[in-house]
């Protein structure tokens, strides 16, 4: 790749979120979407004219195209470990869209690839990237609310129908965890700049055995308890509650929002200031984590330090060990 040259992109799978990194791409200066790959051709057709998109691709002949740089993985989670194995093993750099894998075994693997082939690899937690919540990282790096004690989490919708089908599948690696209830667990660990020691959780199960909500408690390096619940069928008020030993802050919907408040109390129960705090995001977040791939491979990277792989495996761990307190594995593990 010419470093001053465009990126070349190809996305394989054509489905909902496959569209929103489409027009992130278009909107990139130094990306370029050449091409897209699904099972289905007429799917892939259909994506590629909607798009302006070059070449419509079976997953074979995207890989092996010599006219592409990096490949956004967009197909389901079950699906994820394949199609990032199979890029990586023909030289391309890969987005793959969050969760990363089914479970830690198959990350471990992908990294080990990744590293041998000098590839970049990335875990597409956009959210990480948005201007509001690196605003709201550097506020708690200043101590501007002291000592970290208690993050509150909640995160919980009521599924729209094109969502419905995946989320339910134990086929397809659905359930709250893996797809809702990792923005969470990403949120803190990102705040912190940690993992937790230690960990407890409980899950209710759909009746087709995945988990439908569910609630986690963790312990981190630090002594700061981080509290989630997560649901795909159970509307939350959808929130961060930031505790610390000088203040907290309160901020509503905080994996996309743009504003949360500050509260600045001198160790007692009086609150002494209040600060409003906005940040603008862009409508289409995904723009930020598209910059981050292509200065990281124009500069020679191959992670992120904002999502950086050993963090990205031990996420996938932290959720492995809950999974198994609960007894639950998917039908392909």
């Known amino acids: 790749m010419n470093i001053n040259s465009k990126l070349k992109w190809g996305i394989i799978g054509a ?28 799917k892939a057709q259909q994506f590629a004219r909607q798009h302006g998109i070059k070449h419509a691709y ?20 079950n699906f994820h470990y394949e199609n990032t194995k199979l890029a990586l093993k023909h030289g391309k750099h890969v987005l793959v869209e969050k969760p990363f894998t089914v479970n830690a075994t198959q990350a471990r693997e992908l990294v080990r690839l990744a590293r041998r082939k000098h590839l970049f690899l990335m875990e597409a937690m956009w959210v990480r990237f948005l201007p509001s ?3 709201l990282k550097t506020i708690l790096a200043n101590h501007e609310i002291g ?15 094109e969502y419905a089908g995946r989320l339910k599948d134990p086929a397809l690696a659905g359930g709250v965890t893996l797809d809702i209830g990792i923005y969470p667990i ?3 660990c990102y705040l912190l ?32 308890l981080t509290t989630i619940k997560t649901s795909y069928n ?15 802050i309160e901020f509503p919907q905080f994996q996309t929002g743009e504003h949360f408040t500050v509260f600045k109390h001198e160790g007692n129960n009086e609150v002494k200031s209040k600060t409003e705090v906005h940040e603008k995001n862009h409508p289409n977040g995904f723009i930020y984590q598209v910059e981050e791939v292509v200065q990281s491979i124009r500069a020679g990277k191959t992670e992120s330090h904002i999502i950086p792989l050993d963090e990205t495996v031990a996420i996938m761990e932290i959720m492995d060990t809950m999974r198994k307190e609960w007894g639950f594995r998917y039908p392909f593990e």
Do not use: W
């Open 147 to 161: 000592e970290l004690k208690l993050i509150d989490l909640s995160f919980g919708v009521i599924i729209s129908p």
């Open 186 to 188: 990403s949120f803190a």
């Open 15 to 42: 489905g909902i979120i496959a569209h929103k990194m489409a027009e992130a791409l278009k909107i990139n200066p130094d990306s370029e979407l050449v091409a897209v790959a699904s099972k289905t051709s007429s």
């Open 193 to 224: 700049d940690e993992l937790p020691t230690s960990i407890k959780s409980m899950a209710r199960f759909s009746a087709r055995g995945v988990d439908e909500l569910a609630s986690y408690l963790f312990r981190f390096p630090s002594g700061c």
């Open 234 to 248: 159970v509307q939350m008020k959808n929130e961060a509650l930031i505790y610390g030993s000088e203040g907290y």
């Open 133 to 135: 919540l690196k605003k």
């Open 58 to 77: 079976s997953y074979q002949e995207i890989v092996n195209s010599d006219a592409i740089d990096v490949i956004y993985v967009a197909t389901t989670h």
